[in-house]
């Protein structure tokens, strides 16, 4: 049972575009939300994280956007570029030891 | 130059063989865990140590093994493979101390296993 709930699946955008992925969760004992970014052949990479009691957090072209009450995080990414094109995972933690994953998205930002 | 490594990179077997998949990394981390990746289920924690001889269940242990007996390696085991173990499998570190440490610090991932087991 996926506990992240990510989506779409996938989604293209020109340069420049914002691509916007959505991540969902129930267990309210999740403290800790990163994102991860991936390249084909590799291993993934902390992009940026946030914690709950942040509502928005922002690196660079990269944004995660944070409602507790409605329990969901996002992350915008800005003025898009062909070199974001990778797979883009949201995370949740509880503690610091245990990490579970969405599901996954695949953005491709066209020239 | 910091890195985690694993071997081997890819590995073809057959049903009910002992693999065992090593897992290093020279940067003197305290932290180490093992993640499956799935097409359509993301990556998924199998077990995780927080130091050596301490080890804990992830969301999917079941049909793996572990062990932490020195700082530096965390190989992953299977003792009796089956099919619906074909999968990416990565191996990470992270240091504590720095932010809140173990996997809510920046990890670094191992470049991947590519299991098929037939």
């Known amino acids: 049972q996926q506990q992240v709930k990510q989506s779409p699946q996938s989604l293209i955008v020109q340069k420049g575009g914002i691509p916007i992925i959505n991540c969902a969760y129930e267990?309210?004992?999740?403290?800790?939300f990163p994102w991860y970014q991936q390249f084909p052949g590799k291993g993934p990479a902390l992009l940026i994280a946030i914690r709950p009691d942040v509502s928005e957090k922002k690196e660079g072209r990269f944004t995660i956007s944070f409602n507790k009450s409605a329990k969901q995080f996002s992350l915008h990414i800005m003025d898009s570029q062909p070199g974001d094109s990778a797979t883009y995972f949201c995370a949740a933690s509880i503690g610091r030891y245990k990490l579970s994953f969405g599901a996954g998205t695949t953005v491709t930002v066209r020239a | 130059e910091a890195q985690v490594t694993q071997n081997p990179r890819y590995l073809i077997t057959v049903t009910g063989k002992k693999l065992t998949v090593t897992c290093s990394q020279n940067m003197n981390h305290e932290y180490m865990s093992w993640y499956r990746q799935d097409p359509g289920l993301g990556l998924r924690q199998i077990y995780y140590?927080?130091?050596?001889?301490?080890?804990d269940k992830g969301d999917v242990p079941e049909g793996y093994k572990v062990s932490r007996k020195e700082k530096r390696n965390f190989p992953l085991i299977l003792e009796s493979p089956s099919p619906n173990q074909t999968s990416l499998y990565f191996c990470?570190?992270?240091?504590?101390?720095?932010?809140?440490?173990?996997?809510?610090?920046?990890?670094?991932f191992g470049p991947g296993t590519r299991l098929t087991v037939l």
């Open positions: 267990n309210t004992a999740f403290d800790y």
């Open positions: 990470a570190s992270s240091p504590a101390g720095t932010g809140f440490g173990g996997a809510t610090d920046t990890q670094y």
């Open positions: 140590s927080m130091n050596v001889e301490v080890t």
